[in-house]
Nanobody, 129 residues
């Protein structure tokens, strides 16, 4: 089993920055990819970014956040981060980290929420105008 515990987030004015963290524990060796998703009230869950634990490939990003968000990892701490800069009100959502054993490094695969086996508890991010 894998447990994902999130922290960070919060509230900020438009143009500001926030960071969310996700610590993985348990059978983390069985996971290969960490994804970030978000869900606003009444909206579908939306892919944000993804990164593989042991690949030197750069992260994958949704077009809506590309150039503003950065996903990174710390393999020693089993932690992934989502640094969010130049935040916009439309970024307001609950952000979830997710873990899966996906091998294919492609946007199509990484963006499919149904392919992730484990999920964090969610972290609120609120951006005011």
């Amino acid at each position: 089993q894998v447990q994902l515990v999130q922290s960070g987030g919060g509230s900020v004015q438009a143009g500001g920055s926030l960071r969310v963290s996700c610590v993985a524990s348990g059978r983390t060796f069985s996971t290969h990819v960490m994804g970030w998703f978000r869900q606003a009230p009444g909206k579908e869950r939306e892919f944000v970014a993804a990164i593989w634990w042991r690949s030197d490939d750069s992260g994958y990003y949704a077009d809506s956040v590309k150039g503003r968000f950065t996903v990174s990892r710390d393999n020693v701490k089993n932690t992934v981060y989502l640094q969010m800069n130049s935040l916009k009100p439309e970024d307001t959502a609950v952000y979830y980290c997710a873990a899966g054993n996906l091998y294919a490094a492609s946007m199509y695969i990484a963006s499919r929420s149904d392919l992730y086996a484990y999920w964090g508890q969610g972290t609120q991010v609120t951006v005011s105008s």
